[in-house]
């Protein structure tokens, strides 16, 4: 039985782990590195413990700091979130070596998932799609020309163990290739520790889709529908919504493959399998063995706390549904909330929160970390916030979304706000034309672009007006006043003169 959690991570996530805890009446041990002191999360968490100063190794990824952290604060299990150890295998090994329980996959399944060579090979063997490429690492260029000239360009180098939309080569002509591949290598063995890359065809514009499983310890695994997540920059998400644009008939039997496959790797916890959509066709990308930054668009259709129900298997629990219990109801969109500045090639923005205004009513999720007075670091991701909105359906999820983003009110630091105003204007954005090309396609930086021009000439009109308005409001008070002495003094005469 499990009742102290040790949150392995900070940001909105980490008071979102929290709060699934304090549902199930866990105690909760928050860690923090130095700049993070006056973070939310150690204030909402039981206890706190500093990991010291550094970069994200020396802190959030100090693996020996943080399980010391949690056997001295009595521990039972440990939720990594999402981003920094939680999809590292050694991390997950080190926490149940010492006797603590991982909440998330086994560190095996960790350690085959976080290559996705090797991913893509289990997918196929489950009679899954998956995108034409090479079946294994790509040492040479020659052996890099082989399989370009059976798939042919464009196509993508990627790492093996890449992640966070970093580690991704496009390749247009073979005169890149030999450059590329180079280039791809070096980031690999950089970032991710092995130098191990593969290639696949490049998808023009594809769909980013993606399905949500749940499994126990006792081999029950379900799938909780799709996700739609293909408004991306950078190959990084900024708007997901649920369910996303395929067929029931599709989702369930892309659902149950996948199930049967997380059923045959006696898969545990949460996990999201995430797929390209072109031309009708589904191609499976890849598994993400943890919870994932847009859960809650899912959530909100379904009305079920994967959050809880993580920490229910990692409890040893059976889990509270089954697939026949998973029903749907209406359209959620999330807006990932990014101090940056889009009109500045996002730029990452730091500062303190001077006001916010965080929009509220049926069906608006604000999922943050941010308070008025709270300095904004930059040393780390620049999500500050999830607006997760609920409509009966898409029109008026989108509706919904329009208001909450107007009521959406941060000052201090620039964020994309403005950026995700904009995008649900588009027609595009509307008729669902949604594909990963989104912000290049729709030209949205121009529209951005028309927007603050013409906010700011609204601006001088307003301010005008206002002014303008102040004067006229001011001489009427003024008049009326006077008026009003008039009248009293008239009164006061008349009374004295006995008229009364
Ligand atoms: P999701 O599908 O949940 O959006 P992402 O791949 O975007 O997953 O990653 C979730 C978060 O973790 C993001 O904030 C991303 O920047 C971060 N992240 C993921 N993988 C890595 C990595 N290997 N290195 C650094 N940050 C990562
Ligand atoms: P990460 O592990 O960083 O999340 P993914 O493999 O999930 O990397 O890819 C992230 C995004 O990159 C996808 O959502 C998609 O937009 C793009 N992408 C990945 N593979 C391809 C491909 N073969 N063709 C076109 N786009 C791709
Ligand atoms: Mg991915």
Known sequence: MLSTILIANRGEIAIRIIRACRLLNFKTVAIFSDIDSTSLHIKMADEAFCLGSGDVQDTYLNIEKIIEIALKSQSDAIHPGY?????????????????????????????????????????????????PGSSGYINSVSEAEQITNKIGYPIIIKAAYGGGGRGMEIVENPDALEISLMGCQTIASKFFGSSEVFIEKY???????????????????????????????????????????????R??????????????????????????????????NEINPRIQVEHPVTEMITGIDLVVQQLRVANNEELSYSQKDIKFSGHALEFRINAEDPLKAFYPQTGKILSLNIPGG????????????????????????????????????????????NELAISGLTTNISLHKAIIETEEFQHRQITTDFLERTKINQILNHYEKLKLVALLIANTIHKQKQDYDISNIQRSREDYNRWREQNKLEQQNGYR
């Open 83 to 131: 981003g920094f150890l939680s999809e590292s295998a050694i991390f997950a090994e080190e926490v149940e070596k010492n006797g603590l329980i991982f909440v998330g996959p086994s560190p095996s399944i960790l350690h085959r998932l976080g290559n996705k060579i090797e991913a893509k090979k289990m997918a196929k063997e489950a009679g899954i799609l998956t995108v």
């Open 203 to 249: 998808i023009h514009a594809p769909r980013h889709v993606e399905i949500q499983f749940l499994a126990d310890n006792f081999g029950n695994v379900i799938h909780i529908g799709d996700r739609e997540c293909s408004i991306q920059r950078s190959y990084q998400k900024i708007i997901e919504e649920a369910p996303s644009f395929i067929s029931a008939r």
């Open 251 to 284: 989702r369930n039997s892309l659902g149950e493959k996948i199930c049967n496959l997380a059923k045959k790797l006696s898969y545990r916890n949460a996990g999201t399998a995430e797929f390209l959509w072109k031309d009708r066709k589904l191609y499976f």
């Open 362 to 405: 049926n069906d608006v999720r604000f999922d943050t970390f941010i308070y008025p007075n709270y300095n904004l670091p930059n040393q780390y991701d620049s999500l500050i916030g999830k607006l997760i909105i609920r409509g009966e359906n898409r029109e008026d999820a989108i509706q919904k979304s329009r208001l909450a983003l």
